[in-house]
């Protein structure tokens, strides 16, 4: 089993090929945060409500396992989802949109590439991203837009709409979110 996954994860593989070239895309960075979420449920399952353990993410590794995901799932509209991590919470990403072969308004674009920075808030076993500036290509815009294009992605894929701003539930395990100059540390 060892050796069929050393050959998975040096072979060419489906999910970088389709990954944008130079991007620094690895299915090596992918599968490490694979097994930091089963580390964190098995964890989390055992845990007495002690003391706060912590996981260390870097921007790469992130960056990979949401390309992995991405893939993997066959997303039909957010073509990629890139983020840079600074200090205190804050980042900063990249969202390609395709709706290309959509049923959609033809006043939205059919590609387009959504450029934001934000605040990550985290509380009460929540967490919202608090979006402080927000580009289409290089035109500022309002968040609605962005709700627009979510709430079309939820129609087409049969989902409940929601919005940038709402609260989302923390995945299961984490407490607690902190942001640093490439790496986020995940409290479990």
């Known amino acids: 089993m060892a050796l069929l996954i050393a050959l998975f994860i040096s072979a060419p593989h489906p999910f970088l090929r389709g990954c944008p070239q130079g991007q620094g895309y690895s299915l090596e960075e992918a599968f490490k945060v694979l097994r930091a979420i089963d580390k964190i449920t098995a964890e989390g399952a055992q845990s007495g409500g002690g003391r706060l353990r912590k996981l260390v993410i870097t921007e790469n590794e992130l960056n990979s396992y949401i390309a992995y995901r991405i893939e993997s799932e066959k997303e039909e509209i ?25 049923r959609v308004p033809q006043f939205i674009r059919p590609e387009m590439n959504i450029y ?24 500022p815009i309002q968040p609605l837009l962005l709700d627009l294009v979510i709430a079309i992605a ?18 299961y395990g984490i407490r607690d979110i902190k942001t640093e100059k490439g790496k986020a540390t995940f409290y479990y």
């Open 116 to 139: 934001f920075a934000a605040g990550l808030l985290v509380s009460d076993g929540g967490v919202k991203i608090d979006i402080q500036k927000l580009f289409l290509e290089d035109q």
């Open 78 to 102: 957010m073509k990629e989802l890139r983020l840079k991590l600074f200090d205190k919470n804050k980042i900063e990403g990249k969202i390609h949109i395709d709706l290309r072969g959509q």
């Open 154 to 171: 939820a129609r087409l894929n049969r989902e409940k709409a929601t919005s940038i701003s709402d609260w989302y539930e923390l995945p």
